[in-house]
């Protein structure tokens, strides 16, 4: 059995196994354009989605020693806007090459070999290829101290302000996730890719009405919002 205490006590393995244990994360994929007008893109594994009325999402970006803040978290915060793409098997190839430290005046759109595709509402490149897309305003940064060589993180928030999504990766007017194939990273080196095959429905027992969050019923919460139901959602 292994027990220790992070920062305090030895694991005593060869690799730390933390970033082994939260697993699989989602890819937060994120397009900034500098004030040079310099697209940048870059993968972002601590990454999440908060909440959904209205949807915020969140991207932990590390900080080194010299106090070297990564491009997207400069560009995020001066730009105050920002685009996730949804990272797929198909497109990690390019994921993994944005993921490469280039200098700011680089465009890592081009060195990843992507199209791009100007969002709508804000002045931020997304990635064409990519079925499901946020385009976000900026929020606030929290810094959460950390130890060196990088353990000190930003954890920039952002609100979504619009969403793309894909017709070709839509089935009966739901978003089918053997369509859009995305992949999803564990420890490591290794990702993980959900499929069909891995995919299963469960649901809460109990009160349907408490299910009206989970299931994303449009119909049934619009009814919440002029206060005629009597159940708050689940939640995700
Ligand atoms: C799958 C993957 C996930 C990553 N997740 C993070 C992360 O959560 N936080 C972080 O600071 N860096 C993360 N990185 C490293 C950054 O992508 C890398 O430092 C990149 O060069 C940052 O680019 P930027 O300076 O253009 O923002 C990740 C890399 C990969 C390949």
Redesign the pocket.
């Known amino acids: 059995m292994v027990f220790y205490e992070p920062g305090k006590t030895s694991h005593g393995l060869p690799r730390d196994p933390y970033k082994a244990c939260v697993v699989p994360r989602p890819?937060g994929w994120i397009s900034t354009r500098n004030k040079d007008g310099v697209d940048?893109l870059?993968?972002?594994?601590?990454?999440n989605n908060l909440t959904f009325d209205p949807p915020y999402v969140m991207i932990?970006?590390?900080v080194d020693l010299n106090e070297n803040r990564?491009?997207?978290t400069v560009n995020a915060e001066s730009a105050g806007e920002f685009c996730w793409n949804v990272a797929t098997y198909d497109l990690r190839e390019a994921?993994?090459a944005s993921?490469?430290?280039f200098d700011r005046g680089v465009d890592?759109f081009q060195r990843a070999n992507l199209e791009k595709e100007q969002a709508k509402l804000v002045n931020v490149a997304m990635v064409k290829a990519s079925p499901i897309k946020f385009e976000c305003k900026y929020y606030t940064t929290l810094r959460l101290p950390g130890n060196p060589p990088m353990g000190t993180v930003d954890v920039i928030v952002g609100r979504v302000i619009a969403i793309h999504i894909d017709d070709r990766v839509l089935t009966n007017g739901m978003i089918d996730i053997g369509k859009v194939v995305p992949i999803a990273?564990c420890g490591y080196h290794q990702y993980t890719v959900v499929r069909p095959e891995s995919v299963f429905e469960m649901v809460i027992p109990g009160n349907p009405k408490q299910l009206v969050g989970l299931e994303g019923n449009a119909s049934v919460a619009s009814t919440m919002k002029d206060g005629k139901h009597d159940v708050k959602p689940t939640g995700s």
Do not use: G
């Open positions: 890819i940048n870059a993968p972002y594994s601590q990454f932990a970006a590390n990564k491009d997207t994921v993994n993921a490469e430290w890592e990273r």
